[in-house]
């Protein structure tokens, strides 16, 4: 059996979830993006009776997802007053991205998943998206689109506890990222972001997906950087803000 082979072999053991875990997992990933894109903002109260109506589900599937999205760090349980989103707090990230850039290259390299020509027109759809949405930006869109460029990279690797991890970590970092984005400078944002897809695309295309961790790696560390950098700037100017590193989400 060659190394192909054996990828897919890999790939097949990925047994599909039961109809009630998908429908957990899509509750989850609902209601994680609506915080990660502000839609919940820091601070605010997450009511468990307002979620089951809303989902039309009982109480017992949003309790579980709150306790997981409470493991994530993204929602902190306070005894008898309720579940609020976590602040944002730029001054911690340092080892978060740290960890993240050498998650990136495991992903090429443990259980890797080839990937199909259908995947690879997806990545290429994100691209025109990319174009397109340039021409007119859209922070929250700009936010979804990098959300679904990394289902793309997450899906590369069988692994599935670095899968979780990888996940894990990318969802607090993505907060910040679209909270400073008013602050950042959008072209070079654009221009970043699309060199990173098109270099992915150009390793998957040929099947390196080693090559696209170590793509994914430079660019988690550029975008660090210039989180930081920007950040240094507007600390500067609003030297007198004594908010200690916290950031508050921007009004509209």
């Known amino acids: 059996m060659n190394v192909l082979q054996v990828q897919s072999t890999a790939k097949t053991k990925l ?35 307002e979620l089951a109506e809303e989902f039309s589900v009982s109480r017992t599937p949003v ?23 976590t602040s944002v707090q730029v001054d911690e990230l340092t080892q978060l991205y740290q960890l993240r850039m050498e998650l990136a290259v495991l992903m090429g390299r443990l259980s890797p998943i080839p990937r199909s020509p259908m995947d690879i027109e997806r990545i290429r759809g994100l691209i025109a998206r990319c174009d397109a949405l340039s021409r007119e930006p859209e922070y929250k869109a700009f936010s979804r689109l990098n959300m679904d460029f990394f289902s793309e990279i997450s899906a590369m690797t069988g692994n599935m506890p670095l899968r979780e991890i990888d996940e894990r970590l990318y ?82």
């Open 15 to 49: 047994r599909r979830p039961s109809p009630a875990r998908e429908r957990f997992e899509q509750l989850y990933r609902t209601i994680r993006d609506r915080i990660c894109l502000f839609d919940y903002p820091p601070g605010g109260r997450l009511s468990e009776e």
């Open 63 to 85: 309790r579980r997802v709150l306790a997981r999205l409470e493991a994530d760090g993204l929602i902190e349980a306070r005894h008898g007053v309720g579940n609020f989103v």
């Open 171 to 252: 969802f607090l970092s993505s907060r910040v990222w679209l909270q400073l984005m008013p602050r950042l400078d959008l072209v070079e944002e654009f221009a970043s972001f699309r060199r990173e897809m098109v270099e992915v695309l150009a390793a998957v295309a040929i099947g390196d997906l080693e090559t696209v961790g170590h793509v994914r790696r430079t660019h988690i560390s550029m975008s660090f950087a210039r989180m930081i950098r920007y950040t240094r700037q507007t600390a500067v100017g609003e030297s007198g803000n004594a908010s200690g590193g916290m950031i508050e989400p921007a009004a509209g």
